[in-house]
């Protein structure tokens, strides 16, 4: 990971103002203006207007850093002050799963092809489940809406 994600990765998460200029943001998202622009203007990425102009709420520049670099590089970049923004519910844990050799083959096909790691296709699948069954694990799951929800209720 290089300096400059880092920084950029620390300010969007432990940034203490509500939201950011569509200048900032775009820079500390590591994409140019009118890229960001896109992304509001087909509804990736929700801005408010404001008397100051356009602005990017801290929990949409969360959202979007999550698309841009995975939860491993930004628990990375965060270290010890993960905790302060990170709900524990969410922290990234190990998991060690038998599962039969043509999965395991095909999530390391799936990550080589998309560019990631097999933790990050495995926990993309994970999430479906957890939005398919988040009626039902809300209730016996402590925290699981919360997490579910995250950064949006930040």
Known sequence: M????????????????????????????????????????????????????????????????????????IEEALGKDGGLVLP????????RARVPQYQR???AYLARRDGTTVDDVLSRELEGIASAHSEELTTVIPGFAAALNWPELN
């Open 2 to 73: 290089t300096t400059g994600t880092r920084h950029s990765i620390r300010k969007i998460f432990l940034f203490a103002h509500p939201h950011a200029s569509e200048k900032d943001a775009a820079t500390l998202l590591g994409c140019p203006v009118h890229q960001l622009r896109r992304e509001i203007a087909e509804g990736l990425i929700v801005a408010i207007s404001t008397s100051d102009g356009v602005r990017v709420p801290r929990s949409e520049m969360m959202a979007a850093a999550l698309t841009r670099w995975s939860q491993a590089e």
């Open 88 to 95: 524990e519910a969410i922290r990234l844990s190990e998991l």
């Open 105 to 107: 083959e095909m999530l």
